[in-house]
């Protein structure tokens, strides 16, 4: 019965990075470019990766699978950033807020998962070369990507179903410039502490124990590499252009902080200010990345991007060192 009483949220109001109408034009175009640029970047890579023989391998069929993640994921925050700062303001249906925040943390606990097996892969390929073959097929890439996929959106559905068993009925003003459950925790009028516990858990469990199977895979390559050191230092170096991997974003649940105030806006502003700046970061520039470090130096890339255009007509020259 108490329920009835409740008014239920239509809406949010995303307060968004700045009020000065020149800042958010500046972002504007800053943040089209960038978006443009990791589209693109990313499509790139998904493009040569299909169209070349020599890319049709586990580590770069883990690596498209990477790119169409950072599209979607990039897809799903910026072209909404882009409008309410061309717009000036920021209004979202509480339907399309709960959907970017699931499909959000869905994409982050599947990039997680991912980079596991990405480090999996390399540690096999550097470390057992001599099962790589075997242990690495196309099937068992197929398995290990579609596993990463539906394990982390699996888990983000459950820490997502905890957060919308909440009633939501008074302030609707997220000081952010996209939906995040930390901050929609905190507007909600029930007791939250049971679902902080239900989301810290989960979400501990997604960051953690990917993070522990890449700390591994990657420890054991380091202990490889150092023991073939003095047998060749020249390739030595090129190793590591094989096993770098783009920083993650990590979970945006996790940044959630205890915070019991009476005041729920008041709640709702503690450290907002900061976070939403970190998330430009893991929302703008880290998907950006990608690209970048996965062409920069490598090799097969640039043989297949000049290939490409040797077919279209033009030039391409790289020097890898």
């Known amino acids: 019965m ?12 995303l307060v968004g990075l700045t009020n000065h109408r020149k800042t958010q034009m500046l972002l504007f175009v800053v943040i089209l470019l960038t978006y443009s640029f990791t589209v693109l970047g990313n499509l ?3 493009v040569l990766v299909l169209t070349d023989f020599h890319l049709q391998t586990p580590m770069y069929f883990f690596l498209t699978n990477l790119s169409t993640l950072e599209i979607c994921f990039v897809t799903t925050t910026e072209p909404q ?11 979202l249906p509480f339907t399309h807020c709960v959907a970017q925040m699931y499909i959000a943390t869905s994409l982050a606990s599947i990039e997680c998962f991912l980079l596991a097996a990405m480090a999996y892969d390399r540690y ?5 070369p001599l099962v790589y073959t075997v242990a690495m097929g196309g099937w068992h890439s197929l398995q290990l990507a579609f596993a990463s996929w539906v394990i982390g959106a699996i888990l983000a559905s459950i820490t997502m179903s905890s957060i919308l068993r909440l ?10 410039f996209c939906c995040e459950a930390p901050l929609l925790l905190k507007l909600s009028c029930a007791d939250i502490r049971v679902t902080e516990q239900i989301v810290v ?4 469990f997604i960051l953690l124990f990917p993070l522990s199977l890449i700390l591994t895979s990657y420890g054991m390559i380091l202990w490889s590499v150092l023991q073939i050191r003095s047998k060749l230092p020249g390739r030595t170096p090129r190793l590591f ?69 040797g077919r279209w007509g033009l ?5 890898v060192v």
């Not at 950033?81 to 209004?91: D, I, K, P, Y």
């Not at 009633?167 to 952010?176: K, L, S, T, V």
């Not at 990590?250 to 200010?273: E, F, M």
């Open 2 to 13: 108490a329920a009835e009483n409740f008014t239920s949220v239509q809406e949010f109001i």
């Open 44 to 46: 790139m890579i998904i």
């Open 81 to 91: 950033m882009l409008a309410h700062l061309m717009a000036g303001n920021g209004v």
């Open 124 to 128: 096999l390929a550097i470390c057992r």
């Open 167 to 176: 009633p939501f009925c008074g302030p609707n003003r997220i000081n952010h």
């Open 201 to 204: 858990i989960f979400s501990s």
């Open 241 to 309: 252009s094989y096993i770098a991997l783009p920083p993650g974003r990590g979970l945006p649940v996790l940044r959630h902080r205890h915070v019991h105030a009476p005041d729920p806006i008041a709640s709702a502003k503690v450290n907002s200010n900061y976070d939403k700046w970190i998330a430009v970061f893991y929302a703008v520039v880290t998907p950006m990345l990608n690209p970048i470090i996965y062409t920069l130096r490598n090799k097969d890339v640039h043989d297949a991007a000049a290939k490409m255009m």
């Open 315 to 319: 030039s391409y020259r790289h020097q």
